[in-house]
């Protein structure tokens, strides 16, 4: 699932490995795909897809807990619901 949220973050979530709500995530946009999703960041900022490649956030199942891989490989744990922390996520 590609996910967007208000502050204009970015995420990949893996639904197969971790079930979240759409209706949960509240003021969030969604995409069919990362090119979509970086195409409309490429709107919202008005940065080139070249600039942007690469850097969606990666959520995911680690250790039995859901983790956020951020654009440098670092991992963070992910202590509230999954739909809570994409929509509300502000760096």
Do not use: W
Request: charge should be negative; glycine fraction near 6%.
């Amino acid at each position: 699932m590609f996910v967007m949220n208000e502050n204009g973050h970015y995420f990949e979530i893996n639904t197969k490995e971790i079930s979240v709500s759409k209706e949960l995530l509240h003021g969030c946009r969604f995409f069919d795909d990362e090119k979509a999703l970086l195409e409309a960041v490429c709107r919202d900022s008005g940065c080139e897809l070249e600039e942007v490649s690469g850097s969606t956030f990666y959520i995911t199942m680690r250790d039995g807990q859901p983790k956020l891989i951020d654009d440098r490989g670092f991992t963070h744990a992910i202590d509230e619901p999954v739909e809570t922390f994409v929509a509300t996520f502000v760096l």
